[in-house]
């Protein structure tokens, strides 16, 4: 499985950066998403990075999201821009064999990270 890491609680406009680690890599295969699930609702894919490195965003985002890698570490990080309460989520990374937006279709799995957005 996949592990993601950062802050549980964030303050608005601040910008949250969470970070996937594969273990064992590498991630120049594959296409790595991010996906989120707000309060009572369904996942959402937010974006991917593919393996050559471009990157694919959920257009209805309202923060502005941007993913990054480091091959040499096996991660892969997602940032957030001026987030508000509307980005709090449980925030998920996986991996998929295509470039999907469908969370069902990705394969591999994090736990989770719950990411509060509050004064």
């Known amino acids: 499985p996949l592990q993601e890491s950062g802050p549980g609680l964030v303050k608005p406009t601040q910008t949250l950066s969470l970070t996937c680690t594969v273990p064992?890599?590498?991630?120049?295969?594959?296409?790595w998403s991010w996906i989120h699930q707000l309060p009572g609702k369904e996942m959402e894919w937010s974006g991917y990075?593919?393996?050559?490195?471009?990157?694919h965003y959920n257009p209805s985002l309202k923060s502005s999201a941007s993913i990054s890698r480091d091959t040499s570490k096996n991660q892969f990080t997602l940032q957030l821009s001026s987030v508000t309460p509307e980005d709090t989520a449980v925030y998920y990374c996986?991996?998929?064999?295509?470039?999907?937006?469908?969370?069902?279709?990705?394969?591999?799995w994090g736990q989770g990270t719950q990411v509060t957005v509050s004064s």
């Open positions: 996986a991996r998929g064999a295509r470039p999907t937006l469908l969370p069902s279709e990705y394969t591999v």
């Open positions: 064992g890599g590498p991630i120049n295969n594959y296409y």
């Open positions: 990075i593919a393996y050559t490195g471009s990157t």
